[in-house]
């Protein structure tokens, strides 16, 4: 059974003011980083995680998970189409006449 001890009485965090940063109003931004790796570090650092080299190729993404994002990004799979492809040379003006 429970104890009837802590009956009615909040909980610690809304005794202590539930955090604080709802009363500074301060908010800092965090620094982003990210960094590329060659092929070379990302094998090593597998082999020093798992202990074997990573696959040659990616996992296949289970079958919905596939329908969801071919649902929500019709077209990703065009690898032909590209941003640079829709782009339109422009002409000057005096040449067409």
């Known amino acids: ?4 001890v802590g009956v ?4 610690p965090r809304v005794l202590r003011g539930g955090g604080g940063l709802a009363e500074k ?4 931004e965090r620094l982003k980083f990210s960094m590329a790796l060659s092929k070379k ?3 090593e ?3 020093e995680l798992v202990n074997h080299r990573p696959p040659r190729r ?3 993404r289970p079958r919905i998970v596939q329908k969801q994002l071919d ?10 189409v ?7 040379p422009e002409l000057a003006e005096n040449s067409k006449r």
């Open 25 to 28: 109003e301060v908010k800092k």
């Open 58 to 60: 990616p996992k296949k």
């Open 82 to 88: 590209t941003a640079d492809s829709y782009k339109v």
């Open 41 to 43: 570090e990302i094998e």
């Open 71 to 80: 649902t929500l990004f019709p077209g990703l799979w065009l690898t032909e």
């Open 45 to 47: 650092d597998f082999m």
């Open 8 to 11: 009615g009485a909040k909980s």
């Open 1 to 4: 059974m429970r104890s009837e």
